[in-house]
């Protein structure tokens, strides 16, 4: 089955720092990717949709300047938090899809990448 | 404003079966997920449902009536692996997923 891989899978930064997050698609060719991030306890908030090779779609109240991302290949994307504050410690995840947004097509999601700012 | 809800937390036996209702008003409705997730992890999907009735998947199956915006997964024949959450997702007009909070299903021996 699809699989996506996502690291690191944790990380741990000072404030004022960037991090990087990476999500790659393994066995197939993700046209569309999506970044969540979920708090303890809550469910998973979209923060913005990424097509391969165009400017990512950001939910409203999404910083876009300080959630970079890029997809720059049909198996890669990655979000970089810039200037990190402890208010930005969550569980990143990241879900793939080969087959576009419509229909019954099923997410496959990677493993998640939790960030603690210091 | 677009809702999913469902129960907070769960407790059931080991061997027994439970069923976990969503709820959900979405502005437009293509088809409702239910997905697992164990704590610290990424979710993974259990079942789709766009058309009311019954899908059956093992000890699993998922029920779904759009007149009444409502689904529910029901879990047989538990096992210790299955404490997990349990997340509701309903795709709305604009083909977005909207994400229930989840419930914590708690497996007691």
């Known amino acids: 089955g699809a699989v996506v891989s996502q690291h690191p899978s944790w990380v741990i930064c000072k404030s ?15 046209t569309t990717m999506f970044w969540y991030r979920q708090f303890p306890k809550q469910s998973l908030m979209l923060m913005a949709t990424s097509n391969e090779g165009s400017k990512a779609t950001y939910e409203q109240g999404v910083e876009k300047d300080k959630f970079l991302i890029n997809h720059a290949s049909l198996t890669l994307s990655t979000l970089t938090v810039t200037s990190a504050h402890p208010e930005d410690s969550s569980f990143y995840i990241c879900s793939a899809t080969d087959r576009g947004i419509s229909g019954a097509n099923v997410l ?6 939790r960030l603690t700012v210091l | 404003g677009q809702n999913i809800d469902q129960p907070t937390e769960m407790t059931a036996t080991e061997g027994a079966i439970v069923q976990i209702n969503c709820t959900y008003q979405t502005s437009g409705f293509n088809g409702l997920f239910w997905y697992q997730q164990h704590a610290g992890e990424a979710p993974t999907f259990l079942s789709y449902n766009v058309l009311d009735g019954l899908e059956e998947k093992g000890r699993f199956s998922s029920f779904l009536s759009r007149s009444k915006g409502y689904s529910y997964l029901l879990l ?25 909070a989840g419930t914590k299903l708690i497996i007691k021996p």
Not at chain 1, 108 to 113: E, K, M, R
Not at chain 2, 91 to 99: T, V
């Open chain 1, 16 to 30: 004022g720092t960037s991090v990087k997050i990476e999500c790659r698609s393994l066995d197939f060719q993700a």
């Open chain 1, 108 to 113: 496959t999601f990677g493993a998640g990448s």
């Open chain 2, 76 to 100: 047989k024949e538990l096992q210790m692996k299955d404490s997990a959450s349990y997340l509701c997702a309903v795709k709305d007009s604009n083909y977005q997923l909207i994400w229930g």
